[in-house]
């Protein structure tokens, strides 16, 4: 099966504007979360999307949003870009439950530069 | 709400030495563990997964990891190190009565190998 993948790779923004960054989850998987990767927070969730709705939520600002198609790809949308928006952001897909609970498997992740 | 300690932010090892990373959690009901590696400019490789009953965890490129209930610890052990394990290394935890695949992440340990 082909990975999590996620485009576009590199991006750079200015101040202000707004970017959409796209996942395409791993066949057969249902649901996507976005994860914000920085030095200083590390790894924190953003939010889940399964079958088109949204399952859960980090505590991140309104500006901060996402969607989800019915062919379970999925897109986030930040928009007035602040500095601190620079981050790599990080896809991952989980299928069903299992005994070890939802195992998620990450793209490589979009590198987003706000200048 | 749950929460995952790494400590050392950075482990330096010499290659052929045994590698230890530690992680405790902090959860409410028995979560589920994971680790996860990151090479440069890369997303997160699962490495290996908690499963239920089990006190020795196996995962690729020869990782094992230990579940100690007692101590709410997971930690991460390789016998033998070698330059091709330098990466950070994440455990994370999902909660198991949730029903989200929502993962919280450790602040991730950077492990250094030298010949």
């Known amino acids: 099966k082909a990975g999590v993948t996620q485009t576009p790779r590199y991006l750079i923004k200015t101040r202000g504007q707004q970017v959409t960054l796209s996942c395409s989850p791993i066949s057969g998987h249902r649901s996507v979360s976005w994860y914000q990767q920085t030095p200083g927070q590390g790894l924190q969730f953003l939010f889940e999307?399964?079958?088109?709705?949204?399952?859960n939520k980090g505590n991140f600002p309104g500006r901060f949003s996402g969607r989800q198609f019915s062919n379970s790809r999925s897109e986030m949308n930040v928009s007035t870009l602040e500095l601190g928006d620079s981050a790599l952001y990080l896809c991952?897909?989980?299928?069903?439950?299992?005994?070890?609970?939802?195992?998620?498997?990450f793209g490589p992740g979009t590198r987003l530069t706000v200048t | 709400a749950q929460s995952v300690t790494q400590l050392g932010s950075h482990v330096s090892v010499s290659e052929g030495a045994l590698v230890l990373l530690r992680c405790n959690y902090s959860?409410?009901?028995?979560?589920?563990l994971f680790w996860y590696v990151q090479y440069p400019n890369q997303g997160l490789q699962l490495l290996l997964k908690?499963?239920?009953?089990?006190?020795l965890v196996k995962g690729i490129n020869g990782f094992e990891a230990e579940f100690k209930k007692s101590e709410t610890s997971f930690h991460l052990t390789k016998p033998s190190a070698h330059m091709s394990d330098a990466a950070e290394y994440f455990c994370?935890?999902?909660?198991?009565?949730?029903?989200?695949?929502?993962?919280?992440f450790g602040k991730g340990t950077m492990l250094l190998v030298s010949p």
């Open positions: 991952a897909s989980s299928g069903a439950f299992s005994g070890t609970g939802y195992e998620q498997y």
């Open positions: 908690y499963t239920t009953g089990a006190t």
């Open positions: 999307y399964f079958s088109e709705t949204q399952r």
């Open positions: 959860s409410s009901v028995p979560p589920y």
């Open positions: 994370a935890v999902s909660e198991g009565n949730s029903g989200y695949s929502t993962l919280t």
